[in-house]
């Protein structure tokens, strides 16, 4: 008898939707953490890179009402997300599935050039959709490298002291700040993208609800 699987398998189903709700509460509340400061440069000096200086984000974007309730959330929610991730990569590598899943610049690197052109109107020839193509795991594999950027920087913004060695790294408590505030702009373009991408190959939702018809 062949052996058959889900286009989607439960581990990926039930972190990818895990993930809805703790990204939008870590944003959320991390977005009130910053209302208590929103500067970005040492003792008041502004970043000229950080065109928000002293602007807090609006009101309906934020979680906590105030800063130790913001903290609270971030903070205990950030562990489940961390902990959720740690688990997706584990099934990766455990189970193989990074070999069909993430991106391989010697396989990966043309097809996803060729798509990239496509979604631009260069291309006419359609991109494949099974199981993935090339620009495909670009994006799904730097998500998971900005995942793992933001929770480095929070970690600094968390233990700055403690962990002296990974703020060195990320030159300093204020970089580490304006790093994980960019991440998260990025994320969030990325969930922009993803959507459009959704509405464009509905059955994609589909496949994430139910896992999809069992192929060979």
Request: aromatic residues 12%; glycine residues 10%.
């Amino acid at each position: 008898m062949p052996h058959t699987r889900r286009p989607q398998p439960g581990p990926v189903r039930l972190a990818h939707w895990a993930n809805v709700p703790l990204l939008a509460i870590l944003a959320a509340s991390g977005l009130q953490i910053l209302v208590a400061y929103p500067m970005m440069g040492p003792q008041g000096a502004p970043y000229g890179v950080y065109p928000f200086q002293g602007t807090p984000p609006p009101e309906w974007t934020r979680l906590g009402e105030w800063l130790a309730g913001a903290r609270h959330w971030h903070f205990a929610f950030g562990w489940f997300f961390v902990l959720n991730g740690l688990a997706y990569v584990a099934w990766l590598v455990g189970s193989g599935e990074w070999r069909r899943r993430l991106f391989l610049p010697r396989r990966d690197a043309r097809e996803a050039l060729h798509t990239a052109a496509y979604y631009l109107r260069l291309r006419k020839e359609a991109p494949r959709q099974e199981p993935y193509n090339g620009l495909q795991r670009f994006a799904y594999t730097g998500v998971l490298v900005l995942a793992t950027i933001e929770v480095l920087s929070g970690l600094v913004l968390y233990k700055p002291v403690q962990l002296h060695l990974l703020t060195s790294l990320f030159g300093g408590y204020d970089p580490a700040r304006l790093v994980h505030l960019l991440v998260l702009a990025l994320l969030a373009l990325f969930t922009v993208g993803h959507v459009v991408m959704v509405a464009l190959h509905p059955r994609t939702l589909g496949e994430m609800v139910t896992g999809g018809r069992r192929h060979e």
